[in-house]
């Protein structure tokens, strides 16, 4: 079976720096992406990670290991705007399908 | 450009009854996907259809179906509604590709009572 794990809540400080862990085991691998969700909101884009490494995109850093099925999303300089859930999914090589995880729901506190 | 559409926003059924969401996707996208989102559940795969074709399914009964039109619009279907079929539906629209992203609509929510 296909699984991907992510803490179910985190807590952050204003300001302060927070990573987000997503451990995955799944019968194949295209990538990793990262998605942002405000509640009531659509999940929107922040990252997709095909090879090992870490990408930046100003506030927000993706990594990626494939040895070790583990991938983490990095938030720096943390807003009050940036608490929302956060959710990884690997897409599939063999059918380009999405398998998500339940996703993290980061609450920023001042 | 135009981000994919879903209708309508908020619905109530009863029970028993059946119900039809629509989703356009963005211009262009020729591969749609629905997903059912509970609180605690993540997004759980209903399907995707590509160019009119079903080409993927998710573990949901057959009491869900889709279809998908030649301008790529697309419905989805719950028949015999259950208390449980209560979530959030989203639709994702993506061109061709491996490395392509998903963008998804605001979702339908879906009440049953």
Known sequence: ?110 | KAGVTQTPRYLIKTRGQQVTLSCSPISGHRSVSWYQQTPGQGLQFLFEYFSETQRNKGNFPGRFSGRQFSNSRSEMNVSTLELGDSALYLCASSPVGADTEAFFGQGTRLTVV
């Open chain 1, 1 to 110: 079976g296909q699984n991907i794990d992510q803490p179910t809540e985190m807590t952050a400080t204003e300001g302060a720096i927070v990573q987000i862990n997503c451990t995955y085991q799944t019968s194949g691998f295209n990538g990793l992406f990262w998605y942002q969700q405000h509640a009531g909101e659509a999940p929107t884009f922040l990252s997709y990670n095909v090879l090992d490494g870490l990408e930046e995109k100003g506030r927000f850093s993706s990594f990626l290991s494939r040895s070790k099925g583990y991938s983490y999303l990095l938030l720096k300089e943390l807003q009050m705007k940036d608490s929302a859930s956060y959710l990884c999914a690997v897409k599939m090589d063999s059918n380009y399908q999405l398998i998500w995880g339940a996703g993290t729901k980061l609450i920023i506190k001042p």
